[in-house]
């Protein structure tokens, strides 16, 4: 069970992963958001969304022309939440 820990925390462990999930904990975001608020390119955030959702740690849903991510991991969306305390 501690190796499947530090293997999530290891994948969100890099500082973009770590601004994308912070970004997305607040509110659902669209790639189109977020890589505007991150101040990276398009191509960029989503490899790193893609990243965080082959780990299974974000879903997304499709509404309209638009994907907007979420946490669905209990234990990194806990984490997530305490760092803004």
């Known amino acids: ?5 530090a293997e999530r925390l290891k994948v969100c462990g890099h500082p973009v992963r770590l601004k994308l999930l ?6 659902e975001a669209c790639v189109s958001e977020l890589w505007r608020l991150l101040n990276q390119s398009q ?5 790193h969304l893609a990243v965080l959702k082959d780990k299974g740690i974000v879903a997304s849903e499709v509404q309209g022309n638009k994907r907007y991510y979420s946490i ?3 234990f990194i969306r806990t984490i997530v939440r305490n760092l803004g305390e």
């Open 1 to 5: 069970m501690i190796e499947t820990y």
């Open 22 to 27: 912070c970004l997305i904990e607040q509110e």
């Open 43 to 47: 191509p960029v955030v989503s490899q």
């Open 72 to 74: 669905i991991d209990p």
